[in-house]
């Protein structure tokens, strides 16, 4: 989580010196972006979390962000802060759906791994009970 949250601030930093316009520099932090999201949502995932638990922890981050950004921009007109928290709150929500991405395909990948190996049980299991008994 800290990488992402250091790749969203470098986001805004990015926004402001582009004055919104796209860029190499935006495209290449949304891919980082998805790319940390997603390697968390399948961390979350070999921990056992579920997806409700992982939108949990993003909405509480996105509530977190707003807390502190209102607290501490006290020097930056609201317009700019309200501005800024719409760009930070969506990219929260696209890191939230990378996340769940995340999370479901590694867990259809230990579904598949866990059948893959469970014809091999059952053979297994078969043979012992066909085998003559001597």
Known sequence: MPTYLANLGGMLIAIEDTGGQPSSLLTDGADIQRLVAERH????ARLGWSEDAVRQEYRLLAEELRRVI???ARA???TAVDEGLTIL???VEQGEESSIRGLQRTRLAENDEAARM???SSIAALDA?????G
């Open 89 to 91: 709150m969506r990219a």
């Open 70 to 72: 209102r607290r501490h």
């Open 76 to 78: 930056v007109s609201q």
């Open 41 to 44: 949502g399948a961390q979350r």
């Open 129 to 133: 009970s066909v085998s003559p008994r």
């Open 118 to 120: 469970a014809p091999n």
